[in-house]
């Protein structure tokens, strides 16, 4: 028996995370569609690049935070607040979602640093107009900030290894 008083079913009840994760889902899914293949292998990389075994479980916590930040968002106090900033929420996830398609898909590392750099500033957006509405979720999304840093900078790298 569940207990209809617990956090997860007030205010807008279980259907905020459910979809915050279906979206996050969707987004590892486009991302796992792409994985390293030969023409990546074969690419110069710096020796301080990750394996790629790595990516996996980095990434799978990663959207894990993100879901909850999106639910969290997502369950504030409606307003214009709340508006933005799971508009610039979204628009961070159209962005993580178009970078492995774009990088690993269309071989094309300069338009995939094109578009991790847009995302990691619509993520300075995100977090910033999260932390109006609430610090948890805001916080939740720096790790990820964090990471897609890192790999602004392996993109930009790799780009500069291979012209």
């Known amino acids: 028996m569940t ?4 956090p997860i ?7 905020p995370w459910i979809l915050a994760f279906a979206a996050v ?5 486009l991302g796992s569609a792409f994985p390293p293949d030969e023409w990546f292998e074969a690419l110069a990389k710096p020796t301080w690049q990750p394996p ?20 969290l968002l997502i369950r504030s106090p409606s307003g214009p ?7 610039w ?3 961070q996830l159209i962005l993580n979602a178009a970078w492995t ?4 898909g269309l071989r094309a590392p ?7 750099s847009v995302l990691w500033l619509v993520l300075i957006g995100s977090i910033v107009s999260a932390m109006r509405v609430n610090s948890i979720a805001a916080w939740l999304q720096v790790p990820t900030i964090a990471w897609v840093s890192f790999a602004l900078e392996l993109n930009a790298v790799i780009v500069a290894m291979n012209p």
């Open 89 to 91: 929420f979204i628009g």
């Open 101 to 104: 398609p774009v990088f690993f």
């Open 9 to 15: 079913y007030t205010s807008r009840g279980v259907w």
């Open 52 to 71: 790629n075994w790595l990516f996996a479980p980095v990434w799978g916590s990663l959207y894990v935070m993100m879901a909850c930040s999106l639910a």
């Open 81 to 87: 607040m709340r508006t933005e900033a799971i508009s």
């Open 25 to 29: 889902v969707l987004v590892a899914a």
């Open 110 to 116: 300069l338009l995939a640093l094109v578009t991790i």
């Open 3 to 6: 207990d209809q008083t617990s």
